[in-house]
């Protein structure tokens, strides 16, 4: 029986791929696994990279689609994939030698999710996020303590291996209309089919932020705002079936932010102040969040006392002023 199958999507990874191919073959593992390498239309020497590996590794197969962007091309190597268990690494990105051996012996013996910890690598230095040894049957504390940790614990796919069977049966697949929080969205929907989450503390992925990755583009007001909406409503869908005061608090916490950010952004695009004004109002609501979370609700009660003022000027100038202060936080956010 095949025990794993490791989704590559790759697209212009020339400088990276040879890495981490090298090392998910150099594993020391008893398990059987394969690799798909899906590429999403590369226009760079990737595509030659890949071949090579192929052609050296008989449990390496290779896909070449039109440009359509990760969702699209995980959701291709889903369809393609014969393992008990999958999972996705980014194609800058590599695994611990021990990575396979350690997660699919763990899940095995427990769970339908295992998650490990990582090691952050960026211009600012190398961080490591460690999780505890851990079997969780309450799901909301689970991601609770995931998120207490670092948010992108559950806001990323990589670091993680999924049942195979679950993913099938629940047709659930990564969303190709969203180009921020795919990630999110296939990792909350999974979720709702899972009895058991577990965590070890073993750092077992490594992964690379470059200056140029997707995670560090930049998008608008819109795309930012439909993210936001997706994840919160599919939060709210897994709190129905996993109540939790405290997660429920917790997920409104970060809705008002990903709203706030979302505002942000939109004073540098072209609309008029009217606009702006408008969409602030109708948000509103969102943003009067006053429960403990932690530092960074700060921001958005600065700017709902100026909207209370009903004094444009005010409001305009607040809006600035955050513009700057998040810049000035803004590693601090995301590292």
Not at 65 to 78: E, L, P
Not at 102 to 116: D, E
């Amino acid at each position: 029986m095949l025990n794993l199958s490791i989704v590559v999507p790759f697209y212009n990874a020339e400088e990276y791929l040879s890495r981490m191919l090298t090392s998910i073959c150099n594993s020391v593992t008893q398990y059987k696994y394969e690799i798909i390498l899906i590429n999403d239309g590369s226009t760079d020497n990737s595509a030659s990279v890949a071949k090579e590996f192929v052609a050296k590794y008989p449990h390496i197969s290779y896909y070449q689609i039109s440009h359509g962007g990760v969702s699209r091309a995980r959701n291709v190597g889903i369809s393609q994939s014969a393992g008990e268990y999958i999972c996705f690494v980014d194609a800058d990105d590599y695994i611990s030698p021990h990575y396979i051996e350690k997660m699919l012996s763990t899940a095995l013996a427990s769970s339908g999710l295992v998650v490990c910890s990582y090691e952050l690598r960026n211009d600012n230095g190398i961080r490591q996020r460690i999780l505890k040894d851990q079997d969780y049957s309450d799901i909301s504390e689970a991601f609770w303590d995931m998120e207490l940790i670092k948010r992108t614990m559950i806001q990323s796919v990589w670091n993680k291996i999924f049942v195979k069977q679950i993913i099938d049966e629940n047709n659930i697949a990564f969303p190709e209309n969203l180009c921020i929080g795919e990630d999110h969205s296939f990792f909350l929907d999974y979720c709702l089919h899972v009895k058991h989450i577990k965590t070890i503390s073993d750092v077992l992925y490594i992964h690379i932020t470059n200056g140029g990755s997707l995670s560090n583009s930049h998008y608008t007001y819109n795309i930012l705002l439909e993210r936001a909406n997706n994840i919160y409503n599919k939060s709210k869908l897994l709190l129905l079936k996993y109540p939790s005061e405290q997660y429920l608090h917790h997920c409104s916490a970060n809705y008002s932010l990903d709203i706030f950010h979302s505002l942000l952004q939109l004073v540098s695009e072209v609309y008029d102040f009217d606009y702006i004004k408008n969409e602030l109002v109708k948000y509103k609501t969102n943003l009067i969040y006053d429960y403990a979370y932690n530092r960074r609700q700060r921001l958005p009660l600065v700017l709902m006392m100026a909207i209370k003022t009903n004094s444009e000027v005010l409001l305009y100038l607040t809006l600035r002023m955050l513009k700057c202060y998040y810049k000035i936080l803004g590693r601090r956010f995301n590292n």
